[in-house]
């Protein structure tokens, strides 16, 4: 069954939606959006030093990733440049040196575009492997954090006073974002990675009214995207990456039509 | 230690008994000499502070006087740069936070709300949200709540967790003068039925006076401590917080003697009517020495 390249992709999909929902939850609550674009961007960076030192792809990806968001993390307690603007340069500029040293390595052959908007045949069952290795571990680390990560998300004061360890878990968190960059980058491409992470959490607060509920539902809006993206990516050859965004754009723009107050049972106002 | 909570529900029937603290029994936090050293200089030195359990410890003093600061030293989120901190092994604290701001993307039921840093539960769940007189809030969004309400329900998230020492930092921002007083009732309530030892921050002197053992009025440094009576009694408070702010203790002792007129006015037991009832509080920037905390003018739609 392996054999065939769609299922591999279906599986990778169904894999990397279930880990990217629930953690794109903490994303969209902490307003973390930029951040996880800009970690998700320094992965084409990673993949060019990788393929520098002849070093594992996905190891490389998440360790770079992990830099830059360390590095964004101590920069922002010097608080000389604005959160943003910050982000913003790291954003671009690693993108821009994972493009020129790609390019300028011309003895190594690489498809571009599969890096940056992800690629249905590149899937191998290594991939496969790896999504789901790294996807239980990135899940069962996230419920295992789960309470001071959320507690955290709520009040960082009151979860300090309280005796958690609200910096700890958050660095922990942004290894997890890592983890969860270099599992994704080729179903989903390095540029469209953060969608795949906000957009089925945002479809998912109408139905939530619970944190854990959120998380699941954000979880079920993503495989449904990503099992709709492939296909219409198979039928129509178009690119993984995109084509399963704009399956979660559709859910998303359902999920936005007014419905009778009993589907809204999470209280919220309209 | 186990702490007969299913009980707290009525509290309101209990007798207020503000001064039986028990002064021999061991205290849950001590400070001695302590400080906090920051960017060349010092936001707080030499405090001395013993908060023993089903005391009442209120720190007041102007913005910036190191409240915040020493009320971290307490709960061991900072570590004092001089002097010594004792704790209490195995303290369990529970924190009510000046404010809360939520985002809107997260959902959250009180329910939830009060399980956020540790389980806690149902009996506890509800008889805490019973004893805050916010009962019937168990299953609403908190995104739904009033401000007084939400803050109701930050007290009792903290009392369900049992904790051994209730800090409170300036717990009535955005709450109407009766809920001030309510909620000043209320943690007096709670110290009685649970017996925890509880750490108050406020600038606001007047309700708080009334409704603690233990005064530590800071500015930098510990200016004078004691009784409310013998602080507002002493020179350093009325050179600190004016002459009139001693008339408030004495005040506030009798302080259901006036009523408050819709346009704002206030209608005292002798007849007489003034623009407010403690003026010095009317306005008042508010900045605290710990930046990472969201900043809050307030104060100005208060009584």
């Known amino acids: 069954m392996l054999d065939d390249f769609f299922t591999r ?72 440049l604005s959160s943003d603007s910050l982000l913003g340069i790291l954003s671009h500029s690693t993108l821009a040196l994972g493009l020129v040293m790609v390019a300028a390595m011309s003895w190594v052959r690489i498809d571009l575009m599969g890096l940056l908007f992800g690629d249905i045949l590149a899937v191998s069952k290594l991939d496969l492997a790896v999504v789901y290795g790294g996807g239980v ?133 309209p | ?121 149902r009996d506890n769940i509800r008889a805490s949200l019973a004893a805050a007189g916010v009962a019937h809030l168990e299953n609403a969004q908190v995104h739904d709540l009033s401000g007084g309400e939400f803050q109701r329900v930050l007290l009792a998230r903290a009392i369900a967790q049992e904790p051994d020492l209730l800090v409170l930092d300036e717990p009535v921002q955005g709450v109407d003068f009766n809920g001030e007083v309510a909620m000043y009732e209320l943690i007096g309530k709670i110290r009685d039925r649970v017996g925890c030892g509880v750490l108050l921050i406020s600038h606001d002197l007047h309700v708080v006076m009334a409704a603690t053992d233990t005064v530590i009025c800071l500015n930098g440094h510990v200016c004078c401590s004691g009784s409310p009576e013998n602080v507002a009694a002493s020179e350093e408070y009325r050179s600190l917080f004016g002459a009139r702010a001693a008339e408030a203790v004495a005040f506030y002792r009798h302080q259901h003697d006036h009523t408050h007129l819709p346009d704002g006015r206030v209608k005292h037991a002798d007849g007489s009517i003034t623009e407010h009832c403690h003026p010095e509080d009317g306005h008042h920037d508010h900045a605290h020495e710990d930046e990472a905390r969201p900043e809050r003018a307030s104060g100005g739609g208060r009584a």
Request: glycine fraction near 10%; charged fraction near 15%; proline fraction near 6%.
């Open chain 1, 9 to 80: 992709a279906l599986l990778a999909g169904i894999g990397v939606a279930a880990v990217a929902g629930p953690l794109g939850c903490f994303i969209v609550w902490r307003r973390m959006a930029y951040f996880g674009d800009t970690m998700a961007h320094s992965a084409l960076l990673g993949v060019a030093v990788s393929l520098l030192f002849s070093f594992n792809l996905t190891l490389g990806v998440f360790a770079v990733a992990a830099l830059v968001s360390v590095a964004l993390i101590l920069l922002q307690r010097r608080r000389a």
């Open chain 1, 137 to 269: 571990l990135v899940l069962a680390a996230l419920i295992y954090l789960w309470r001071p990560l959320l507690a955290g998300t709520v009040s960082e004061e009151v979860a300090e006073a309280e005796g958690l360890s609200p910096r700890v878990t958050q660095f922990a968190f942004m290894l997890l974002m890592a983890a969860v960059i270099a599992i994704a980058m080729r179903i989903v491409g390095v540029l469209l990675i953060t969608s795949l992470l906000i957009i089925p959490a945002a479809t998912a607060r109408r139905f939530a009214a619970t944190p854990e509920q959120m998380a699941v539902v954000a979880a079920g809006v993503g495989i449904l995207a990503a099992v709709g993206g492939l296909l219409g990516s198979l039928n129509y050859d178009t690119p993984s990456g995109p084509s399963i965004v704009v399956a979660a754009l559709v859910i998303f723009l359902i999920s936005l039509v007014p419905l009778g107050n009993r589907a809204l049972k999470g209280g919220q106002k």
């Open chain 2, 1 to 121: 230690m186990y702490k007969p909570f299913g009980k707290i529900a009525d509290l309101h029937e209990r007798p207020l008994t503000m001064l039986d603290t028990n002064r021999t029994a061991a205290p849950l936090v001590s400070l001695s000499g302590a400080g906090i050293f920051r960017n060349g200089r010092w936001l707080v030195r030499g405090v001395d502070m013993t908060i023993r359990p089903a005391e009442i410890v209120t720190l007041i003093g102007p913005n910036g006087s190191g409240k915040s600061t020493t009320a971290r030293m307490a709960t061991g989120i900072l570590r004092p740069d001089e002097g010594t901190i004792s704790r209490r092994a195995a303290l369990r604290i529970g924190y009510v936070p000046q404010q809360l701001a939520i985002d809107r993307s997260l959902p959250l039921t009180v329910s939830r709300l009060m399980r956020l840093t540790g389980p806690a539960p």
